[in-house]
């Protein structure tokens, strides 16, 4: 059975950071794309940080570029999202998925398009709160 599981979220004061992390067990493609969506109350779901487990390439989102890192360790099984500058418009759910894919430009096709709709797993989420 496939699970991805999300740690280290929590609430911290505008400019802090935070560092989430994502384990996937019962996942066996390495072809595959691995990174997290958020989702503010009253928002649509969006996808913002994703990395190609194969090449390690990544793909941001503008709303996070410069402030937000992805990162995979050696086993490609957990995945890492260092989170630096925080906004209080950074508050959200959290959420890892993964998705079978055959390239990092096809990875941030799918992250950007229809609110994740063609992802294939989810994670159960972890909220991040961010104060002013």
């Known amino acids: 059975q496939v699970q991805l599981v999300e740690s280290g979220g929590g609430s911290v004061q505008a400019g802090g950071s935070l560092r989430l992390s994502c384990t996937a067990s019962?996942?066996?493609?390495?072809?595959?794309?691995m990174g997290w969506f958020r989702q503010a109350p009253g928002k649509e779901r969006e996808g913002f940080a994703v990395v190609y487990r194969n090449s390690g390439g990544t793909k941001y989102a503008d709303s996070v570029e410069g402030r937000f890192t992805i990162s995979q360790d050696n086993a490609k099984t957990t995945v890492y999202l260092q989170m630096d500058s925080l906004k209080p418009e950074d508050t959200a759910m959290y959420y890892c998925?993964?998705?079978?894919?055959?390239?990092?430009?096809?990875?941030?096709?799918?992250?950007?398009?229809?609110?994740?709709?063609?992802?294939?797993?989810w994670g159960q989420g972890t909220q991040v709160t961010v104060s002013s």
């Open positions: 998925a993964a998705k079978v894919a055959f390239s990092v430009a096809s990875c941030g096709a799918l992250w950007w398009a229809r609110a994740g709709a063609d992802i294939g797993y």
């Open positions: 019962g996942y066996p493609y390495s072809n595959s794309c």
